[in-house]
């Protein structure tokens, strides 16, 4: 294997230290490299690893509190006390495990069905193989819109430039070719190395691979520079949330802990009990909560023909207000056809339709549907044979033209240029008129923007083809060679609306989705398409007009646009950029090239199977259908994947705040502690558990019509206006308790935790939708975990094993009536506040 500087040493001498050759290696020689290499991925993937998750579960800063609570305790002789702590909270630790374990091991199943791949020479053969398996001395193929798999040292390649944001952090790509560095070269200056996580903007190459998986400079500097991935509107909400929680948690146990020393309880006691108001207030389950809910979602709308690559996409799927899509492909069928070849005057040619099939056929970069058109249009010529290919200027999105030269017996050397209309005529000097060719002035530029621009009104996407003839033949050609050329013709496409787009439209705008087009194709073709399928045309911004815009005009404009037509590939991002800023929660759906970067900014980016590698790996889902009915489905059930976790976080927070106030409260005025730590902290257990099966409940209809968002203000109005609801029935508890059946303390106790448990499953139970709760049941498995719950609730006083651990006792039957009682009235109240809070 190659020692240090692979990149300053000869193309020999490199590969016969790699032990590999031109024609690549075998597949038996890769096989056992595989087995010493080891396979070629970065780190292990920790949401995998069952012991991280576990580790994860006890790295909870308030377990973690419990755990050195626990231990104060059994240091001073509450040894018992300790053991039931302990073991609830490793019990509840446990829970969050199983669910979130299983939840990543769902995720990956679905991942696995969209890892990426690579073309390599395998027994002198090309292969696609999971990019996985590369080893050092494979022989790589790689073409415009490749993700790079491996670091390696080109070999040969073709006007090659190479985007190496993600490692470098240089904004555009850079010009990449086969030579020798000098030993001391940087990264950056290696110009004849590509590296992993890079991506192949333009051109080909041939590269034979030197350092894979853990070994690449990816791997290296990964913890360093690792590209930060923009804060989604759901990431934001997470975090959002949990500043709010923790002032409330902090307040509470200063306050209760200051109180109880005052009144000269028991440190130990005043402790334990503070931290376990904390963990009784904290909605603890929530990241098993989350992962379960969006894992059953992944899985649902696997099915759906949507694969999720990052699970936090389905709830900013359920928040997009606001779509941004190329056209072809989405809108359009994608499956275009050649509809005629024309002259610079418009009439049929057979000589363009040579000059395109020549072009089509010959090239070897960036495949496209546009060459696949021209080729399936009828028989191919058969004077194409006539002509020999000498060089080719492979396709960029910048210069938006793709040359091919060839020679023909008896002829000059020519140049096939084909490309967008406006990047043709900028390098044209004259045009084809007959058989002869005149200059191509001011005049003629007029009748052909005229007949393009009646094209594009027609919804017909037109292609030039320019010539260039060379005296003189040589051994290569480049860009600056693009010039001097004679307009040959056009080539006129139809790319038809899909099947069913219009109903698909009015679908996402029902559902409160804006949607705006960005395209690189002219602005009369796109306002065509735009109003055929019932989208707004009244306000178009160009490209042109976007670049001299700065970045507060574009802040300002962006939202009120309609369509972005004859975009650039840098100024997606831009665009997708603003329009964050601007407060929306953007989707962003492309399959190309240069959509890697928007896709990377949105708040959730959406490609589809076939796109090119490096669209794939910057999305957040994949469709597996281009069909945006496939999207609508995935954005309802985003909403509902959204609308229960927001359901676990508005009532966990809501009934424990009430509960969890109450006792601060009631701590300070009764000569015992209203509950003990352990009694707490198996409250909250016992209450989570049917929590868990909130991610299988049913969503009101009306909440998949909307996009739904964090809102923290909300949250914060849910739990102060249902809070004290909870806790006004919970000091009519005390009262009946104290006053009516002068309980004893363990009597107090026992009463209180059956009637706080049975009010907090009854609040899920109501408040989980805006329906009358009878009519709006809850699914299977919520209700009947919700109703064993509340049975172990009642009968565990009445066990004398259980009852003793965690000191209840049995309570009279009148007493037991009188509580269910409260709950009932409970239950009829907080339906009637309800209803009043929602019409609210």
Not at 127 to 141: E, F, H
Not at 520 to 549: C, F, P
Not at 639 to 650: E, L, P, Q, V
Request: proline share 4%; with cysteine; glycine share 8%.
């Amino acid at each position: 294997m190659p020692a240090s500087a692979y990149w300053s040493k000869a193309e020999d001498i490199l590969l016969r230290d790699l032990e590999s050759r031109p024609t690549g290696l075998s597949a038996e020689e890769a096989a056992s490299r595989l087995g010493s290499h080891g396979p070629n991925t970065i780190g292990a993937p920790k949401h995998t690893n069952a012991l991280h998750i576990l580790i994860r579960q006890f790295l909870s800063p308030l377990v973690l509190i419990l755990i050195f609570a626990a231990t104060v305790s059994s240091l001073v002789g509450e040894i018992h006390d300790a053991i039931i702590i302990s073991a609830i909270v490793l019990a509840s630790c446990l829970l969050g495990f199983s669910q979130e374990y299983g939840a990543t091991k769902a995720l990956l199943a679905l991942k696995q069905s969209i890892s990426l791949s690579a073309t390599v020479l395998r027994n002198g053969m090309e292969s696609l193989v999971p990019a996985s398996t590369i080893v050092p001395g494979d022989i790589i193929r790689l073409a415009a819109g490749s993700l790079v798999p491996a670091d390696g040292v080109i070999l040969s390649s073709r006007d090659l430039s190479v985007s190496e944001a993600a490692l470098t952090g240089e904004t555009f790509p850079v010009s990449k070719m086969a030579g020798i560095c000098p030993p001391d070269a940087q990264i950056a200056a290696r110009s004849n190395c590509v590296f992993t996580g890079t991506s192949v903007r333009s051109g080909t190459a041939t590269v034979v691979a030197v350092d894979t998986g853990g070994r690449t400079e990816y791997a290296a500097i990964a913890g360093a520079i690792a590209k930060q991935t923009p804060e989604t509107d759901f990431s934001r909400g997470i975090r959002r949330f949990g500043y709010l929680m923790t002032r409330i948690m902090l307040m509470i146990v200063i306050a209760v802990l200051v109180a109880n020393l005052l009144l000269h309880r028991p440190l130990i006691d005043s402790l334990l009990f503070s931290l376990a108001l904390a963990v009784g207030l904290t909605p603890e389950l929530l990241p098993a909560i989350i992962s379960v809910t969006l894992a059953r979602g992944a899985r649902g709308m696997a099915s759906g023909g949507v694969i999720i690559r990052r699970l936090d996409a389905i709830e900013n799927l359920g928040s997009m207000n606001l779509l941004c899509t190329d056209k072809t492909g989405t809108l359009t069928e994608g499956v275009i056809k050649l509809d005629d070849c024309v002259d610079p005057n418009g009439i049929h040619s057979d000589e363009v339709h040579l000059l395109a099939a020549l072009n089509a056929s010959l090239q070897t970069g960036l495949k496209n549907p546009l060459d696949d058109a021209i080729l399936l249009s009828g028989e191919i010529d058969a004077r194409l044979k006539d002509f020999v290919k000498k060089d080719e200027i492979p396709y960029d999105f910048m210069r938006k033209r793709l040359s091919i030269v060839v020679d023909k017996a008896g002829q000059d050397t020519m140049m096939v240029c084909k490309g967008a209309v406006a990047n043709i005529l900028s390098v044209c000097t004259s045009v084809k008129a007959g058989t002869a060719a005149e200059p191509l002035d001011d005049r003629m530029r007029t009748a052909i923007e005229a007949s393009y621009r009646k094209w594009g009104e027609d919804g017909i996407r037109v292609i030039a083809i320019a010539t260039r003839h060379f005296a003189q033949a040589r051994t290569s050609y480049d860009v600056d060679d693009e010039c001097e050329l004679c307009l040959e013709g056009f080539l006129l496409f139809l790319d038809p609306p899909k099947s069913g787009i219009k109903n698909a439209m009015a679908g996402l705008k029902h559902r409160g989705i804006d949607i705006k087009i960005i395209s690189g194709d002219n602005r009369y073709i796109v306002k065509h398409l735009a109003e055929t399928i019932g989208l707004s045309t009244k306000q178009i911004l160009t490209g042109e007009e976007l670049a001299s815009m700065s970045s507060d005009a574009l802040f300002a404009r962006a939202p009120k646009t309609d369509l972005f037509v004859e975009i650039d590939p840098n100024q997606k991002e831009l665009i997708v950029k603003a329009l964050r800023r601007s407060g929306h929660v953007v989707g962003y759906m492309g399959d190309g090239i240069n959509d890697a970067p928007a896709l990377h900014e949105a708040d959730v980016g959406i490609s589809v199977d076939g796109a090119v590698d490096v669209a794939r790996e910057a999305a957040d889902l994949i469709l597996l259908q281009q069909d945006l009915n496939v999207l609508i489905r995935g954005v309802d059930d985003g909403r509902r994947t959204f609308a229960n976790t927001m359901k676990y976080i508005s009532i966990a927070t809501s009934a424990n705040f009430g509960n969890m106030i109450s006792m601060a409260i009631a701590s300070l005025f009764l000569p015992f502690l209203p509950l003990l730590a352990k009694q707490i902290l198996l409250n909250n257990l016992l209450a989570d558990i049917p929590s868990m099966a909130i991610a299988t409940d049913r969503v009101d209809p009306q909440q998949v019509l909307r996009p739904r968002r964090w809102d923290i203000r909300s949250i914060q109005r849910f739990m102060l206006f249902f809070g004290p609801v909870s806790s006004l029935f919970d000091f009519v508890t005390f009262a009946f308790l104290l006053f009516g059946m002068h309980a004893t303390t363990d009597q107090f106790r026992t009463g209180w935790f059956v009637e706080s448990l049975i009010t907090q499953l009854v609040t899920m139970l109501i408040v989980r939708t805006t329906m009358a709760a009878w009519k709006d049941r809850p699914g299977p498995l919520l209700l009947w975990s919700t109703v064993f719950i509340a049975l172990i609730a009642l009968g565990l006083p009445y066990f004398p094993q259980v009852a003793g651990i965690f000191d209840f006792t049995p309570l009279p039957i009148p007493l037991m009536a009188g509580l269910i009682a409260i709950s009932a009235i409970y239950a009829a109240t907080l339906e009637l506040v309800k209803r009043y809070y929602f019409r609210q």
